[in-house]
């Protein structure tokens, strides 16, 4: 639900920061605050050393822990409600302030959400699974891959391991399959500046087949 009032499409996207992207506000309000509180870790968080930081791939060696000047991802004091106990990934975000990109910590966290509600490819032809090639002949074999606006996709098909293609399709001949039965695999994977840690490998899809000779 949302009004026509002034800053409400704001509003808007800042609520979806937290009911897709599960992020926590970062600013600080007396009546909410709870020292006690546990915040989700994706950009508010309790930890204060560098190593256990959510968000340590995106800090500099060279940024201080705590930090205090803005313009850098960092560890500021402040958040979750509370002006201290809690810290946050930046100065100002989205999640603390209206008319602010979510930043770099945010960003990040939704772009991963995108990818665990949609796969990087979008269909493969033939279908994925048992596939042949006929004898003294070839067969090709397309991916759809989605088309991001602002990142560049990596395509990479292997044969047993061997890469064979990087591009949308890979021809696959019988020589290169002969006698027994070899396992065709294609991987798509977004390479986008917005996420550096992806632990679960939510920005990679693939699609396998076993391929013989008819």
Same mark, same amino acid.
């Not at 995106?58 to 960092?74: E, L, M, R, S, Y």
């Given at each position: 639900?949302?009004?026509?009032?002034?800053? =409400?499409?704001?509003?808007?996207?800042? @609520? /979806?920061?937290?009911s897709f992207? *599960? #992020?926590?506000?970062e600013y @600080?309000? =007396?009546? /909410?605050?709870?020292?006690?509180?546990?915040p989700g870790d994706i950009n508010a968080t309790k930890k204060s050393t560098r190593t256990? %930081? +959510? $968000? !340590? @791939? $995106? %800090? !500099?060696?060279?940024?201080?822990?705590?930090?205090?000047?803005?313009?850098?991802?960092? #560890?500021?004091l402040g958040g979750f409600y509370c002006p201290t106990v809690f810290f946050r990934p930046t100065f100002d975000s989205k999640m603390r302030s209206l008319?602010?990109? *979510? @930043? =770099?910590?945010?960003?990040q966290h939704l772009v991963l959400r995108i990818y665990r509600t949609i796969s990087a490819i979008d269909g493969v032809t033939p279908k994925a699974g048992a596939a042949t090639v006929p004898a003294g002949g070839q067969r090709t074999f397309t991916v759809d891959p989605i088309v991001p606006a602002s990142a560049t996709l990596s395509i990479v098909w292997r044969l047993n391991g061997? %890469?064979?293609?990087?591009q949308a399709t890979a021809v696959i001949t019988a020589a290169q399959i002969g006698g027994t039965a070899k396992t065709l695999r294609?991987?798509?994977?977004? !390479?986008? +500046?917005?996420?550096?840690d992806d632990p679960n490998n939510d920005l990679i899809d693939t699609a396998t087949w076993t391929v013989l000779v008819n």
């Open positions: 639900m949302t009004s026509t009032a002034l800053g =409400a499409a704001d509003v808007a996207v800042h @609520e /979806i920061g937290h992207g *599960f #992020l926590d506000d @600080e309000d =007396a009546q /909410i605050c709870n020292p006690s509180g546990t256990t %930081i +959510p $968000w !340590k @791939e $995106w %800090i !500099k060696a060279t940024t201080p822990v705590p930090t205090t000047v803005a313009g850098v991802v960092g #560890l500021y008319d602010r990109p *979510f @930043e =770099a910590v945010g960003g061997v %890469i064979v293609s990087t294609v991987t798509v994977t977004d !390479k986008t +500046p917005m996420v550096r």
